[in-house]
């Protein structure tokens, strides 16, 4: 591992707040987005941080700040016209029952927007970073800003443009769960990419319909008031003594800085061939079963169980080494499998696919870790998500939360947790600035919540890159692991 270690600095050029443009034909009001149940499902989440690596190998500090910079300013102060509730802020006023995001022109609301240049000894920075190899986590830290948050106001996105002399530069965007899943985040970044390219060619560019975000929040029916009980969740396990607590708008903490260190990072991939190959492989250990369910074999489900028994491989491998040492006890326990589904289409009525906010549910089940790894183990996992996809239920809102509490006492008793961020439909790369496609995209952020991630192979051939966090130790089991599997065609 070609380790940057502790070379890295980061000079911080500027630190500004991009504001809406300001029409003179039109005036800008304050603006109150309410929040929806499915918001305050992840009212509490860490932050997700996102970064884009763009590749310019003649991009000196001038050209950067004469061409680069003005643009992505100019362009995203014109984006946030569309997205006012990046502007604002996240508050719950004493008087309010729940929070919402407030906008207030006049307080010159606006997004954080760092500058920075990266300054290392090591001239290959911006290739390292936007490889695939086996990284340390803690080297992308400091290319994503931290959001503002504090008990009584919290920032909705921040964002920080890095340079890497006559390399490149990077995005990295930060954004409150509780205000954007990753449909909303993505259909941003795309709609500021689209007006960043027009406005090099046109002074007045438009969004085109399918990029304007609708805030319309009465799409999403609540009858029952599930926006309360999903907030109220988050209430009781705060300090009840102390009304500005309860009233915090604190996230999780992540974890430690220790913790962090140990842990390394590296990408993935599955091509369109790999893809086929392990359906012909599940296909044909599913047909010696005497089960004679229909199994839906699709890219998501193929990859996640491929990568799923690979990292329980790799981190029962060191859990039983350590446990043996410890007290003479491999025990395996449980693993817990979950992903996020979008529900857009799947509400009663279905909604725009351009919904501004989050829409999306967290789907869970529990099995033996041994399970996933026995010999058939790609199949078994295979199984278990088809039957998860296929019993996704939208409007079943209480039956989820209901399994989610399940999971979560589960948790507590040990197991593990295998998660996914991202999705192979969102088209990260596809978010072209002017200067092209970017050369890799990251979730930066799974090295706190331990999922993997997915995205759209860049070369768009129909395949999948995961990006996986852990530890050095278990990162190098995943990788052989991983390609053994699809070189001998046996997991």
Same mark, same amino acid.
Request: proline fraction near 4%; charged fraction near 25%; include cysteine.
């Given at each position: 591992?070609?380790?940057?270690?502790?070379?890295?600095?980061?000079?911080?050029?500027?630190?500004?707040?991009?504001?809406?443009?300001?029409?003179?034909?039109?005036?800008?009001?304050?603006?109150?987005?309410?929040?929806?149940?499915?918001?305050?499902?992840?009212?509490?989440?860490?932050?997700?941080?996102?970064?884009?690596?763009?590749?310019?190998?003649?991009?000196?500090?001038?050209?950067?700040?004469?061409?680069?910079?003005?643009?992505?300013?100019?362009?995203?102060?014109?984006?946030?016209?569309?997205?006012?509730?990046?502007?604002?802020?996240?508050?719950?006023?004493?008087?309010?029952?729940?929070?919402?995001?407030?906008?207030?022109?006049?307080?010159?609301?606006?997004?954080?927007?760092?500058?920075?240049?990266?300054?290392?000894?090591?001239?290959?920075?911006?290739?390292?970073?936007?490889?695939?190899?086996?990284?340390?986590?803690?080297?992308?830290?400091?290319?994503?800003?931290?959001?503002?948050?504090?008990?009584?106001?919290?920032?909705?996105?921040?964002?920080?443009?890095?340079?890497?002399?006559?390399?490149?530069?990077?995005?990295?965007?930060?954004?409150?769960?509780?205000?954007?899943?990753?449909?909303?985040?993505?259909?941003?970044?795309?709609?500021?990419?689209?007006?960043?390219?027009?406005?090099?060619?046109?002074?007045?560019?438009?969004?085109?319909?399918?990029?304007?975000?609708?805030?319309?929040?009465?799409?999403?029916?609540?009858?029952?008031?599930?926006?309360?009980?999903?907030?109220?969740?988050?209430?009781?396990?705060?300090?009840?003594?102390?009304?500005?607590?309860?009233?915090?708008?604190?996230?999780?903490?992540?974890?430690?800085?220790?913790?962090?260190?140990?842990?390394?990072?590296?990408?993935?991939?599955?091509?369109?061939?790999?893809?086929?190959?392990?359906?012909?492989?599940?296909?044909?250990?599913?047909?010696?079963?005497?089960?004679?369910?229909?199994?839906?074999?699709?890219?998501?489900?193929?990859?996640?169980?491929?990568?799923?028994?690979?990292?329980?491989?790799?981190?029962?491998?060191?859990?039983?080494?350590?446990?043996?040492?410890?007290?003479?006890?491999?025990?395996?326990?449980?693993?817990?499998?979950?992903?996020?589904?979008?529900?857009?289409?799947?509400?009663?009525?279905?909604?725009?696919?351009?919904?501004?906010?989050?829409?999306?549910?967290?789907?869970?089940?529990?099995?033996?870790?041994?399970?996933?790894?026995?010999?058939?183990?790609?199949?078994?996992?295979?199984?278990?998500?088809?039957?998860?996809?296929?019993?996704?239920?939208?409007?079943?809102?209480?039956?989820?939360?209901?399994?989610?509490?399940?999971?979560?006492?589960?948790?507590?008793? %040990?197991?593990?947790?295998?998660? /996914?961020?991202?999705?192979? @439909?969102?088209? *990260?790369?596809? $978010?072209? #600035?002017?200067? =092209?496609?970017?050369?890799?995209?990251?979730?930066?952020?799974?090295?706190?919540?331990?999922?993997?991630?997915?995205?759209?192979?860049?070369?768009?051939?129909? %395949?999948?890159?995961?990006?996986? /966090?852990?530890?050095?130790? @278990?990162?190098? *089991?995943?990788? $052989?692991? #991983?390609?053994? =599997?699809?070189?001998?065609?046996?997991?």
């Amino acid at each position: 591992m070609a380790a940057i270690e502790n070379r890295v600095t980061l000079k911080k050029h500027e630190v500004t707040k991009v504001t809406p443009f300001v029409n003179p034909n039109s005036k800008t009001t304050s603006f109150t987005l309410d929040l929806t149940y499915f918001d305050f499902f992840w009212f509490k989440n860490p932050p997700v941080e996102r970064l884009f690596f763009y590749e310019m190998t003649d991009l000196t500090w001038d050209l950067f700040n004469s061409e680069i910079l003005p643009k992505l300013k100019h362009s995203l102060s014109f984006t946030l016209l569309h997205y006012l509730p990046l502007a604002g802020h996240i508050m719950w006023p004493l008087d309010a029952a729940k929070p919402a995001v407030y906008y207030f022109p006049d307080q010159n609301d606006g997004v954080s927007f760092a500058v920075a240049e990266w300054s290392s000894e090591c001239h290959a920075g911006f290739h390292h970073l936007s490889g695939n190899g086996i990284r340390q986590a803690v080297e992308f830290h400091p290319l994503v800003p931290q959001l503002s948050l504090t008990d009584d106001k919290a920032e909705v996105i921040a964002i920080q443009i890095t340079l890497f002399p006559n390399q490149g530069f990077s995005i990295g965007v930060s954004s409150h769960h509780a205000i954007l899943d990753g449909k909303t985040s993505t259909l941003f970044l795309k709609s500021w990419a689209y007006l960043c390219k027009q406005l090099q060619l046109c002074h007045h560019p438009c969004l085109s319909p399918e990029l304007t975000p609708l805030l319309d929040r009465t799409v999403i029916k609540d009858p029952t008031g599930q926006d309360m009980l999903q907030l109220n969740k988050w209430v009781v396990g705060s300090d009840n003594s102390d009304p500005q607590k309860i009233r915090s708008l604190k996230v999780l903490p992540f974890l430690d800085s220790e913790s962090l260190n140990k842990l390394v990072r590296a990408t993935f991939e599955l091509t369109r061939e790999d893809i086929t190959k392990l359906r012909h492989k599940v296909n044909h250990q599913l047909s010696k079963s005497s089960k004679s369910k229909q199994v839906r074999l699709s890219t998501f489900v193929l990859t996640l169980a491929y990568v799923f028994v690979c990292m329980a491989k790799a981190k029962l491998a060191k859990a039983k080494t350590e446990a043996e040492a410890a007290a003479g006890n491999d025990e395996i326990k449980n693993i817990i499998v979950g992903f996020t589904a979008d529900y857009r289409s799947r509400l009663d009525p279905p909604i725009p696919l351009n919904y501004f906010g989050n829409c999306n549910g967290r789907h869970c089940e529990t099995a033996k870790a041994s399970d996933f790894v026995q010999e058939n183990g790609v199949a078994f996992v295979a199984e278990m998500l088809s039957d998860m996809v296929k019993g996704i239920d939208a409007d079943a809102i209480e039956a989820n939360d209901d399994k989610v509490s399940e999971i979560l006492e589960i948790l507590k008793e %040990g197991a593990m947790i295998f998660s /996914v961020a991202g999705s192979t @439909q969102f088209d *990260v790369y596809g $978010s072209d #600035f002017g200067w =092209g496609r970017p050369k890799k995209v990251e979730i930066v952020s799974i090295d706190r919540t331990q999922a993997i991630s997915l995205a759209e192979r860049r070369d768009g051939g129909g %395949g999948v890159e995961v990006g996986v /966090v852990l530890e050095k130790q @278990q990162m190098e *089991v995943f990788e $052989s692991v #991983f390609a053994d =599997g699809l070189k001998n065609d046996l997991v």
